[in-house]
């Protein structure tokens, strides 16, 4: 079932690797570019308004618009404003030119009868603009440069001879997290498209704006890759897994608040009703309590609903990400508050899980629970672990490494790891020896 194709934009850093020649030489190509990129991306605003602009006022001495046809030999405006520009702007490689044109083109069409009317400002592009790419403008190599890399096809031939450069430039693509490595990978395997691209300039370093679409919900789950979940002390939902960057958080609290707003209301309204002698105190238990229930109801509803959207949030995430497997903590085995303080206060954690299996199930991803033990003690850096570990709710803090996060994160990527009760175990007797 396809929902559609989504189009997204990740953000690289370049380095420089050459291929063309003297760096310098390279960047001052490239910045007159960016330069002449603001230029196109005006003048093609420019030249679409005063096309309309004319035919408009046309249309109001003749009763008939202006045939583009006739008056330029072009079927549409923008293949106008491709030969109108083509001359004075040829140090862009042709492709790169028409791309660049067709930025400013769309968001024109957009917007234009807010524009022809007044409504909105007339479009105009500021300094820096990003050198636009077409998508046969970048070709992407792992091998050829022994790093991952991007040759792009930037200068055109007059514009590499004027500065000297041999061929187009060749740059190093920094993978610096998973989630850039895994999108990089996609693309290369051809799972993710990449469309129109963009390089820019920013604060000293190259930046590489890559566009990939790729079918919604076509991402394959992977029952290898285990979402952690805990569900939290600190935060409502802590995901995330050791194999892969990110993480999924829900801050939580609306129920807590809405218990207490309500709670809140409850008091005002009997501190009123006291006070105007109609007080329920003494009209007998049933009037009493009868409202308190009713608020009860009322929490409980809020919460279902809350619990509803949270795991929905959740297996969201996990399908969006790949993840087959979810973990999470096996909260059967608690029965009293001794075992679990915070098992009783809150049982809101029981329906919550019920609610991520349900939906996960649903989504064909696997459900794993894990013994809870020592999960939150445990170090997810070093495996050390230490009751010390814990500073306070919010904080973990290796004892042994120095490994510092957030408490539930670091429960979460323990609870991400395969077969971690075992681990567990294997570790604290180790440990006692
Ligand atoms: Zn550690």
């Known amino acids: 079932m396809s929902k559609g194709v989504v189009t997204k934009v990740m953000k690289y850093t370049l380095r420089y690797i050459g291929g063309c020649g003297d760096f310098h030489k390279m960047q001052e190509a490239v910045w007159k570019l960016q330069r002449q990129t603001r230029e196109v991306l005006n003048k093609t605003v420019q030249l679409a308004f005063d096309w309309d602009h004319r035919s408009r006022e046309a249309y109001r001495t ?158 394959p789950l992977d029952p290898d890759k285990i979402l952690g979940v805990d569900i939290g002390e600190t935060l409502a939902i802590c995901a995330s897994s050791t194999s892969e960057w990110g993480r999924f958080v829900i801050q939580g609290g609306e129920v807590t608040r809405y218990s207490k707003q309500i709670e809140e209301r409850r008091r005002s309204q009997q501190r009123q009703a006291t006070y105007c002698g109609e007080g329920r105190i003494g009209h007998g238990t049933k009037a009493r309590v009868a409202p308190i229930y009713a608020t009860e109801d009322r929490i409980a509803n809020f919460r279902d609903t809350i619990n509803h959207r949270y795991s929905k949030a959740l297996i969201e995430y996990a399908v969006k990400h790949g993840f087959g497997t979810i973990q999470m903590e096996d909260l059967s085995g608690i029965k009293g508050e001794k075992d679990f303080p915070k098992f009783l206060r809150h049982w809101t954690y029981y329906d919550l899980q019920n609610k991520i299996e349900a939906k996960a199930k649903e989504q064909g991803i696997n459900v794993v629970k894990v013994q809870p033990a020592y999960t939150s003690q445990r170090c997810s850096k070093c495996g050390c672990i230490d009751k010390e570990n814990r500073k306070n709710q919010e904080l973990f803090c290796c004892v042994k490494c120095g490994f510092k996060a957030n408490a539930d994160f670091n429960a979460s990527q323990n609870i991400s790891i395969k077969g971690i009760d075992k681990i567990i175990e294997k570790e604290y007797n180790a440990n006692i020896e």
Request: charged fraction near 25%; glycine fraction near 6%; aromatic fraction near 14%.
């Open 62 to 219: 003749s009763g008939e618009y202006l045939d583009i046809v006739k008056e330029t030999g072009y079927k549409r405006l923008d293949g106008y404003i491709y030969n109108r520009l083509k001359t004075d702007y040829a140090d862009f490689a042709s492709s790169n030119l028409n791309a660049t044109i067709q930025v400013a083109w769309k968001k024109y069409m957009a917007s234009k009868s807010d524009i022809l009317t007044g409504k909105m400002s007339f479009p105009s592009y500021k300094s820096n603009q990003p050198i636009v790419l077409h998508n046969s403008s970048i070709r992407f190599s792992t091998e050829k440069y022994g790093v991952p890399a991007a040759e792009l096809t930037v200068f055109s031939n007059a514009l590499k001879k004027e500065n000297g450069l041999s061929t187009n430039p060749a740059f190093e693509i920094l993978l610096m997290d998973g989630t850039q490595r895994s999108i990089f990978q996609r693309v290369i395997s051809g799972e993710y498209k990449h469309g129109q691209c963009q390089i820019n300039y920013e604060k000293r370093k190259w930046f590489l704006y890559l566009t990939y679409t790729f079918e919604a919900g076509k991402t």
